[in-house]
């Protein structure tokens, strides 16, 4: 009797979906069958017709969801349609569940969980959405969403219900809250998350004889260790905590003078790995790829002003111009899915574009020397074995005429000098790509972290690298080196006003200089590598003139 008129309730569909759909609230949802409300007969037809749409609304966004998972990680345009259908469906049924919301909760049984669970898959989508086209808009989005979910209190009566499935949503969308709020520098906010989220871990804990509460104590240890990550602390007059964004700025960036010839290259693509053991890291984020992640973002416009209301930024609305580069966060890849992904960024990298291959990973060295040394005796950086590695030495203990099959070796980056290539390497192990031949005569540049640090620095390198620390924030490493813990605001600012004519003297050497190689000033013209490689230099030259590194660079 449920089923009846159907197939008048599905404009363009077929009885078929009518029926599944119908099924489908009638066996996962009893209260959208009506028992317990009245007798069928009373009930309109308009209200039958809006909890089966309703239904329908909600199985397609759940297939749809389901189905970004297997959506291919790389490239730019296997994705799109598929996600834009998906925000569609979403918006569709967000918008339908407020319009429609008496008639679901007095015949569906719509409860206020269920709508935070779509809020929250919303958020998501936003969130998945920004990881890959790095556009900052999309995270403001999904912070508009969660943040509605908490403020609303969307999952406040999950508690109260026998249902641990239920309690582990409430625990995952936390957590997802928290990666967003650390992306857009909301620390403040984090600590309350955190805060609220231990109490419902303990709760949840409590409540049911759960496996996996070390697991989520684990997740709190490695949120609270990425807070407390960075080495210096900005005070104000009050002795708070300053929190500054260090994305990308207006005016951040020392200018190209009239007259000054420099390449037209853009930066486009970005593959950011992470394989460093022990490093702070939360949500398969270590700290030194968050920093440079945002060292290669700009500072939206609208990032302080969030929407009052959810939604308002539909995900086809493309900006005129990309602000900034595609982004891969890999974290801990195989040296096969590393390849993958730089082929298939090597493949559709526009004309006229640079691809930026960014390395913090631990060293892999070589066991011996051969008579002919070449771009694999050299070692390099460790990808992921897929099984547990305590340090690098464990790579040290094979056979000298053997080449170790996990390192990502200088020579297997050659192929990919065929276009403009800018190579960062953060390694014990950097001076492996030290001798980097070009091959192709195209734009070329390798940046090196030191490969030793004085003893009283080494106990920091779980917090990040000091050298990545540099070229995310200059200054809070250049402080970090001298044993600053802490700064008042006001003497940070004038600092910052110092370094800035610093960077500006340095951009003048680079680009008058007769002598550097013409690859530096083929890379110059793009803003993010300018300030990368004018950091570089300072960062290089703060080492180099400090007493406890003298003795240690070469």
Same mark, same amino acid.
């Given at each position: 009797?449920?089923?009846?008129?159907?197939?008048?309730?599905?404009?363009?569909?077929?009885?078929?979906?009518?029926?599944?759909?119908?099924?489908?609230?009638?066996?996962?949802?009893?209260?959208?069958?009506?028992?317990?409300?009245?007798?069928?007969?009373?009930?309109?037809?308009?209200?039958?017709?809006?909890?089966?749409?309703?239904?329908?609304?909600?199985?397609?966004?759940?297939?749809?969801?389901?189905?970004?998972?297997?959506?291919?990680?790389?490239?730019?345009?296997?994705?799109?349609?598929?996600?834009?259908?998906?925000?569609?469906?979403?918006?569709?049924?967000?918008?339908?569940?407020?319009?429609?919301?008496?008639?679901?909760?007095?015949?569906?049984?719509?409860?206020?969980?269920?709508?935070?669970?779509?809020?929250?898959?919303?958020?998501?989508?936003?969130?998945?959405?920004?990881?890959?086209?790095?556009?900052?808009?999309? =995270?403001?989005?999904?912070?508009?969403?969660?943040?509605?979910?908490?403020?609303?209190?969307?999952?406040?009566?999950?508690?109260?219900?026998?249902?641990?499935?239920?309690?582990?949503?409430?625990?995952?969308?936390?957590?997802?809250?928290?990666?967003?709020?650390?992306?857009?520098?909301?620390?403040?906010?984090?600590?309350? =998350?955190?805060?609220?989220?231990?109490?419902?871990?303990?709760?949840?804990?409590?409540?049911?004889?759960?496996?996996?509460?070390? /697991?989520?104590?684990?997740?709190?240890? /490695?949120?609270?260790?990425?807070?407390?990550?960075? %080495?210096?602390?900005?005070?104000?007059?009050?002795?708070?905590?300053?929190? =500054?964004?260090?994305?990308?700025?207006?005016?951040?960036?020392?200018?190209?003078?009239?007259?000054?010839?420099?390449?037209?290259?853009?930066?486009?693509?970005?593959?950011?790995?992470?394989?460093?053991?022990?490093?702070?890291?939360?949500?398969?984020?270590?700290?030194?790829?968050?920093?440079?992640?945002?060292?290669?973002?700009?500072? %939206?416009?609208?990032?302080?002003?969030?929407?009052?209301?959810?939604?308002?930024?539909?995900?086809?609305?493309?900006?005129?111009?990309?602000?900034? %580069?595609?982004?891969?966060?890999?974290?801990?890849?195989?040296?096969?899915?590393?390849?993958?992904?730089?082929?298939?960024?090597?493949?559709?990298? %526009?004309?006229?574009?640079?691809?930026?291959?960014?390395?913090?990973?631990?060293?892999?060295?070589?066991?011996?020397?051969?008579?002919? /040394?070449?771009?694999?005796?050299?070692?390099?950086?460790?990808?992921?074995?897929?099984?547990?590695?305590?340090?690098?030495?464990?790579?040290?203990?094979?056979?000298?005429?053997?080449?170790?099959?996990?390192?990502?070796?200088?020579?297997?980056?050659?192929?990919?000098?065929?276009?403009?290539?800018?190579?960062?390497?953060?390694?014990?192990?950097?001076?492996?790509?030290?001798?980097?031949?070009?091959?192709?005569?195209?734009?070329?540049?390798?940046?090196?972290?030191?490969?030793?640090?004085?003893?009283?620095?080494?106990?920091?390198?779980?917090?990040?690298?000091?050298?990545?620390?540099?070229?995310?924030?200059?200054?809070?490493?250049?402080?970090?080196?001298?044993?600053?813990?802490?700064?008042?605001?006001?003497?940070? /600012?004038?600092?910052?006003?110092?370094?800035?004519?610093?960077?500006?003297?340095?951009?003048?050497?680079?680009?008058?200089?007769?002598?550097?190689?013409?690859?530096?000033?083929?890379?110059?013209?793009?803003?993010?590598?300018?300030?990368?490689?004018?950091?570089?230099?300072?960062?290089?030259?703060?080492?180099?003139?400090?007493?406890?590194?003298?003795?240690?660079?070469?």
């Amino acid at each position: 009797r449920y089923l009846k008129n159907a197939k008048y309730h599905y404009t363009g569909r077929t009885l078929a979906e009518s029926v599944l759909n119908s099924l489908f609230c009638f066996v996962l949802f009893p209260a959208a069958a009506m028992t317990g409300v009245g007798a069928e007969d009373d009930i309109p037809l308009c209200e039958r017709k809006t909890v089966t749409d309703f239904c329908y609304l909600l199985d397609k966004s759940k297939q749809l969801f389901n189905g970004l998972r297997d959506l291919p990680q790389y490239g730019h345009k296997q994705w799109q349609s598929y996600f834009g259908r998906t925000f569609d469906i979403y918006t569709k049924l967000w918008k339908f569940q407020q319009q429609h919301r008496q008639v679901l909760d007095n015949r569906y049984g719509l409860k206020r969980w269920q709508i935070g669970e779509v809020a929250s898959k919303i958020g998501q989508l936003y969130y998945h959405y920004y990881l890959r086209t790095s556009e900052t808009s999309y =995270l403001n989005e999904a912070f508009s969403f969660y943040s509605a979910i908490r403020q609303r209190s969307y999952y406040h009566q999950v508690n109260k219900e026998n249902r641990p499935e239920l309690v582990v949503k409430k625990l995952r969308y936390y957590a997802r809250f928290i990666v967003v709020c650390l992306l857009l520098n909301k620390m403040d906010l984090v600590k309350v =998350l955190v805060k609220e989220l231990s109490e419902e871990i303990e709760d949840y804990t409590q409540r049911f004889n759960t496996e996996d509460q070390l /697991e989520w104590n684990l997740v709190l240890q /490695e949120v609270a260790a990425f807070v407390e990550a960075d %080495p210096l602390m900005i005070l104000n007059d009050d002795n708070a905590v300053v929190v =500054l964004s260090n994305r990308l700025q207006e005016g951040g960036v020392p200018p190209l003078e009239q007259g000054m010839v420099v390449g037209q290259l853009t930066l486009a693509d970005a593959l950011i790995v992470g394989n460093c053991n022990n490093q702070v890291k939360f949500s398969e984020l270590t700290i030194d790829m968050f920093r440079m992640l945002q060292a290669l973002e700009r500072e %939206p416009v609208n990032l302080a002003t969030q929407s009052s209301k959810p939604g308002t930024l539909e995900p086809n609305e493309k900006p005129a111009k990309r602000e900034n %580069p595609h982004k891969y966060l890999l974290y801990k890849p195989t040296f096969s899915q590393l390849y993958t992904f730089l082929s298939a960024s090597f493949k559709e990298l %526009p004309a006229n574009s640079v691809l930026l291959v960014y390395l913090s990973a631990t060293g892999v060295f070589p066991t011996g020397r051969s008579e002919c /040394e070449g771009p694999y005796d050299f070692g390099g950086v460790l990808t992921n074995t897929n099984r547990d590695v305590v340090n690098g030495e464990m790579v040290q203990k094979r056979s000298q005429a053997q080449k170790e099959m996990h390192c990502l070796h200088p020579g297997d980056l050659f192929s990919f000098t065929r276009k403009p290539l800018f190579i960062i390497v953060d390694s014990s192990n950097s001076t492996a790509y030290k001798n980097f031949s070009n091959l192709f005569g195209q734009p070329l540049v390798c940046l090196l972290s030191p490969t030793v640090y004085p003893k009283s620095m080494q106990d920091q390198c779980q917090r990040g690298s000091l050298f990545t620390l540099f070229l995310y924030n200059p200054l809070m490493g250049f402080l970090s080196v001298c044993g600053l813990s802490s700064m008042r605001y006001g003497l940070w /600012e004038k600092a910052q006003e110092l370094l800035r004519k610093v960077f500006h003297d340095i951009g003048q050497m680079i680009t008058s200089s007769r002598v550097i190689d013409q690859a530096y000033l083929q890379f110059y013209g793009d803003e993010f590598l300018r300030l990368l490689m004018i950091r570089f230099v300072f960062c290089c030259t703060t080492l180099r003139l400090h007493k406890l590194f003298q003795v240690r660079l070469n």
